[in-house]
């Protein structure tokens, strides 16, 4: 199943700031804070899935760069996972490659 992390985030900071005005608003305290707590989870929550999403996109192979630099395209004696012959290790799983 696939979920959309960003609308994820944008739902969680909406929910902790309403909660802060409500919290506010009210003079509940209790409210208040879990509304702070959610604001600081909301951008713990959206760094990783950055961080995530970033490291998502380093496994993918840029075809664009492979043709301009001349590359060769190899698959993983170990793992069978598309590589970069020119990266002498395996992206995936470490191993060495081999023509
Ligand atoms: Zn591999």
Redesign the pocket.
Known sequence: MKINFKIVTYILGLISLVSIAFGYYYGSNTVLFSGVFLVVFTVFFHVFQASYEMFRKDKEIDYDMVSKLNLTLTT??????E?VLEDKY??????ELIK
Not at 76 to 81: A, H, Q
């Open positions: 993983c004696s170990n793992c069978e996972k590589n395996c992206k995936f799983c470490g191993e």
